[in-house]
């Protein structure tokens, strides 16, 4: 089968590999769907350490179960399917209080086990012992279903930033995952939801959601003042930064209103982890900051359901749908904004 497969920094190839036989426990799918995350692009951009080479990628998926040698699956041949992709102990302290994202044993597909950028995947056994596989029950497409996991990222910050109604929203970064915490953000009745980004271009996307306006961050700062300017000059009440930029999370603070909550989910390059922060505004505004890392599962449950719902407009993110081996343009496209979501079909030629 044809496969993207990570060979190192900026060489992933599409090259011919064995299909994949499922093992005693194991599942094989059909894949009919892999949205290219932006952990992706990072990946190829500047490699990966934890990531063996070669390796498969992908880990944004839904498809078809084609064969089965677990009797005890709560999936079974011929149901579409999405997954939980953290493959964690079920042991450590962690996993007991149900925060298996942190788990100190965990495994990943993608990045431990081959992904879905290829025509089939094998499912480990534990995945399945773990009640990670989720049985598509609705009409949803493979490229809406796919945003699960993602959407499953995105909950799990929420889950400390309790938006209401009367909350102020800012989200500085306007990609797919700037645009999953507006929507959510909306959705749990924010009162407002600004977006912040340096390219106008995908600004201009965001249009299509329910946002009250954007914001074009420039390096004289004016982004700043029109942010306190939509605000009443108060700030506001949640600032989410989307976007692993040091220079981001420094203007979160200054965005933020007395009394924020404010979330750093973009991490930053591992090479240059540091960012200049004004921590006086945590102490004179008694900001919350908080950080999130992954998905727990019941984070990824969550946006399950909500995309099987139809109120998660899922529909809105695909911009794009190439076979396998127009990887590489997937990547340019997100890098100039020309796409917001990219998925791949392997079953494309």
Do not use: W
């Amino acid at each position: 089968m044809k496969a993207a497969v990570y060979h190192g920094k900026e060489d992933i190839r599409v090259e011919n590999v064995a299909d994949p036989k499922p093992g005693e426990g194991e599942l094989l799918l059909q894949i009919e769907a892999c949205a290219v995350c932006g952990t992706d692009l990072r990946t190829y951009r500047n490699g990966d350490k934890k990531i063996e080479p070669p390796r498969i990628l992908g880990h944004e998926f839904c498809g078809t179960v084609i064969e089965s040698r677990n009797s005890a699956s709560n999936v079974k041949v011929g149901d579409r399917v999405v997954m939980y992709i953290v493959l964690s102990c079920g042991q450590c302290k962690y996993c007991r209080g149900g925060r298996e994202n942190l788990c100190i044993n965990r495994t990943t597909m993608s990045y431990h086990h081959d992904g879905a950028f290829a025509p089939l995947v094998r499912i480990p056994a534990k995945a399945i012992l773990r009640n990670s596989m989720f049985k598509v029950e609705t009409h949803q497409t493979s490229q809406q279903m796919s945003l699960a996991e993602p959407l499953g990222c995105v909950t799990n910050a929420h889950d400390h930033l309790h938006i209401g109604l009367k909350d102020r929203v800012v989200v500085i970064g306007s990609g797919p995952i700037g645009a999953m915490h507006a929507v959510l953000a909306r959705l749990q009745g924010a009162q407002s939801v600004y977006m912040i980004d340096v390219n106008q271009k995908r600004l201009d996307m965001m249009k299509r959601f329910d946002i009250n306006g954007t914001i074009l961050s420039t390096k004289a700062g004016s982004h700043l003042e029109e942010g306190l300017e939509v605000t009443d000059g108060e700030g506001f009440d949640v600032a989410i930064v989307a976007v692993s930029s040091a220079f981001a999370q420094a203007d979160a603070l200054e965005l933020a209103g007395k009394g924020a909550r404010v979330e750093f989910f973009g991490g930053l390059p591992k090479s240059n982890p540091i960012a200049a922060l004004n921590t006086n505004h945590l102490h004179y505004k008694e900001l919350i900051v908080s950080g999130s890392y992954s998905e727990k599962l019941s984070d990824f449950k969550a946006a399950y359901h909500l995309i099987q719902s139809g109120r998660f407009p899922a529909d809105k993110f695909i911009t794009h749908e190439l076979p396998t081996d127009r990887i590489h343009e997937a990547f340019t496209m997100m890098e100039n904004g020309d796409a917001l979501k990219v998925c791949i079909n392997p079953q494309l030629n």
